[in-house]
């Protein structure tokens, strides 16, 4: 199956900063951009980290008096004001950053958003050097496909290129609306069911399949032998 890749929606204009860029500096490109974090880049656009708007928050935080005498609150507190102390995007970062590729599919970097729980994902060459960025937002937009643009690459795919060769034309029928894929007609073996269903739920902008489908042969039942066959390999030789 051929996915979405993140060139495809990334976004190339990327607001970034140095190393040594002061903490008001990143503030302000934030702001200015009106993005909610910026990559790290050295002066070959390798990028290095992340500073976030949570990275920056944490001096803000750390300014007023917390009461409470928690050993985890303690520790929090006594990490946070390392990171408050920070006056340079180097140690306000957040390191190392979580990359992908521009051949990354757009499937994967939503998995990889979510392992990691961050927001977005800085996009890296070959080489590790910045060449876009990919949001949450990014990712989602290949829910806006058309109905008939998902309707036509399953039928393509999968119906087609996929198990089409033992399909026979036009006794599987796809119906999409909104993202949810209905699937009626008639397969030729049983096996290929959930075949189907798996390879439909794979294409790109599905939100849930209904497959009603029969199938004319049943390739999924072992034959039980003959127990009145005789296997000649086995009987007793006649002298």
């Known amino acids: 199956m051929s996915h979405q890749k993140v060139r495809n929606v990334m976004t190339t204009d990327v607001a970034t900063v140095l190393e040594g860029t002061p903490f008001k500096e990143v503030a302000r490109t934030m702001a200015h951009r009106d993005v909610s974090a910026v990559p790290v880049v050295d002066k070959a656009r390798h990028v290095l980290g992340v500073v976030s708007e949570a990275d920056l928050l944490i001096k803000q935080g750390t300014q007023e008096i917390e009461w409470t005498r928690s050993p985890r609150s303690w520790w929090r507190r006594r990490r946070d004001r390392r990171r408050a102390e920070a006056t340079r995007a180097v140690s306000l970062m957040s390191a190392p950053a979580v990359t992908v590729t521009e051949n990354t599919t757009v499937a994967c970097?939503?998995?990889?958003?979510?392992?990691?729980?961050?927001?977005?994902?800085?996009?890296?060459?070959?080489?590790g050097r910045l060449v876009g960025i990919v949001s949450r937002k990014d990712l989602l937009t290949v829910f806006l496909r058309a109905d008939e643009d998902i309707r036509d690459e399953i039928v393509r795919r999968v119906f087609e290129g996929g198990i089409g060769i033992l399909v026979s034309p036009g006794t599987v029928t796809v119906d999409v609306r909104d993202g949810e894929v209905t699937l009626t007609g008639q397969v030729d073996l049983r096996s290929q069911l959930p075949l189907v269903e798996q390879m439909t739920r794979h294409v790109d902008g599905v939100v849930d399949v209904v497959a009603s489908l029969s199938y004319r042969h049943d390739d999924t039942r072992v034959?039980?032998?003959?127990?009145?066959?005789?296997?000649?390999?086995q009987?007793?030789?006649v002298r």
């Open 109 to 127: 970097a939503a998995r990889t958003l979510t392992e990691h729980g961050v927001k977005r994902l800085p996009v890296v060459d070959d080489d």
């Open 223 to 233: 034959p039980h032998p003959d127990p009145m066959a005789i296997d000649i390999t």
């Open 235 to 237: 009987a007793p030789r």
